[in-house]
């Protein structure tokens, strides 16, 4: 089946830029995802990329996507104290239960002053 | 506010007891989601509807019951569960067509203690 790989921790300084990375097994993949949970909450959706897509910029947000490598990564920008939370790469594919989404096991970034 | 609104945010109960979670979304959408969160373990997909019919079990023991009786409300139902079933719920929805794009929202979970 499909798999969804992540690091589990990533620590930054406040300003810095935060480079989350994720690796995914489905050539078949669609849609991409990154989701953010901050304690005590559900996941929020912050960007998603089409497949024939490479990248994508949403304010101090940057996707890349390497479908070759099958890689997808999320830069933010000016990382601030705000941005502490779980992030969580996903993928669905068209071909066969396209409602799933299958999800990355998560990264928590942690933000120091 | 995702539009997602799952009851109660906390929940205690016992190995003997029954309890239901409701989770109910006012996006207009037609597919909705019980996901499992636990400490250390990647996002474990429980249930999908879509439609209100049940299109997705993955292996859930039958402890765990769900109902969709429209396309804005689903439930959890709770029977005889085991401490291994503390953990976050979470309920998601989308609206899902022929693109394959399927943006979920999540409302906020019920935190579950199984005692």
């Known amino acids: 089946g499909e798999d969804v790989e992540q690091s589990l921790f990533l620590s930054v300084r406040e300003g810095d830029s935060s480079v989350i990375n994720c690796t995914y097994t489905d050539s078949s993949s669609t849609y991409l995802y990154w989701y953010k949970q901050e304690p005590g909450a559900g996941l929020q959706l912050l960007t998603y990329i089409f497949s024939n897509m490479d990248m994508k910029q949403d304010q101090r947000l940057t996707v890349l996507l390497n479908k070759k490598d099958k890689h997808l990564s999320l830069r933010i920008a000016d990382t601030q104290t705000g941005d502490s939370a779980i992030y969580f790469c996903a993928e669905t594919n068209f071909t066969g239960g396209g409602n799933k989404l299958t999800f990355g096991t998560g990264t928590q970034l942690k933000v120091e002053l | 506010e995702t539009g997602v609104t799952q009851t109660p945010r906390h929940l205690v109960m016992g190995m003997t007891n029954k309890k239901s979670l409701k989770c109910e979304q006012h996006?207009?959408?037609?597919?909705m989601y019980w996901y499992k969160q636990s400490a250390k373990k990647p996002l474990e997909l429980m249930f999908v509807?879509?439609?209100?019919?049940?299109?997705e079990n993955n292996s859930v023991p039958s402890r765990f019951s769900p109902e969709c009786p429209n396309s804005s409300h689903l439930f959890l139902h709770l029977h005889t569960l085991q401490p291994e079933d503390s953990a976050l719920y979470l309920c998601?929805?989308?609206?899902?067509?022929?693109?394959?794009?399927?943006?979920?929202?999540f409302g906020a979970g019920t935190r579950l203690s199984v005692l």
């Open positions: 509807y879509n439609f209100k019919e049940q299109t």
């Open positions: 998601a929805s989308s609206l899902f067509g022929t693109s394959g794009k399927n943006i979920q929202y």
């Open positions: 996006l207009g959408h037609n597919a």
